[in-house]
């Protein structure tokens, strides 16, 4: 499950030290984290294949000033999820939608793909008996109706079996890359002479050695 509180960040601010590329290429990096380590080691965990995950989206907070930067991160995030990781997005849900909202998701929702907009789920205020049939209590936080209260906080956290040795791997991208070296000697050894190259000359012992070979003249 991932989870991002789009109203308590000032996007044009964070603009001014970072950009929306930086941003969308981390958002990147955690689909390629949720494709190896952390769903393989959920299935292991689960006892079976576990391939999609679910994103939160919670828009509380969202005033008129951050509409139109919210809602175009938003279309990015979501271009992203489908063009890229189509596999990996189980459900997204976003939260505490603002009035008016369904308004500009009607517009929105016109630019991606009718599977993808089947997975987008636009929630307001009561949203948790929703997100509860979804996610368990267990590891849904608290502040969204769940029962999680992870040790300094669950936006902090990365709790999940990836990080339990028991079910966890080294992720393939993590693995140091395997050296290979190929000798042509030992494994395809020279039969045929460069015809470039002079012909070999015998040695004096050889020459000796037929000299005394040889039978004598009758």
């Not at 948790?128 to 049939?133: G, P, R, V």
């Not at 000798?183 to 002479?193: K, L």
Request: net charge negative.
């Amino acid at each position: 499950m991932y989870i991002e509180q789009l109203g308590n960040i000032d996007l044009n601010a964070m603009y001014k030290i970072t950009t929306s590329e930086r941003m969308l290429a981390n958002l990147a990096v955690e689909y390629e984290k949720v494709g190896d380590p952390r769903l393989p080691a959920c299935s292991r965990k689960a006892g079976q294949l576990l391939e999609t995950c679910c994103t939160i989206m919670d828009l509380k907070g969202v005033g008129i000033s951050k509409v139109s930067s919210v809602y175009s991160y938003v279309k990015q995030a979501s271009a992203i999820s489908q063009n890229y990781y189509p596999e990996r997005l189980g459900r997204l849900y976003l939260i505490n939608a603002p009035w008016g909202f369904s308004g500009v998701w009607s517009i929105v929702k016109g630019w991606l793909d009718p599977v993808t907009v089947q997975k987008i789920h636009i929630l307001g205020s009561g949203y948790q008996k929703e997100l509860l049939e979804q996610v368990p209590a267990e590891n849904l936080p608290k502040m969204f109706g769940g029962t999680c209260d992870c040790d300094g906080g669950c936006a902090f956290s990365d709790a999940g079996p990836w990080t339990d040795p028991q079910w966890t791997r080294t992720p393939k991208w993590a693995q140091p890359e395997k050296q290979s070296v190929i000798n042509n000697e030992s494994t395809n050894p020279g039969t045929i002479p460069d015809a470039g190259a002079a012909p070999a000359q015998p040695s004096a012992e050889a020459v000796a050695d037929e000299i005394k070979a040889a039978p004598a003249p009758q």
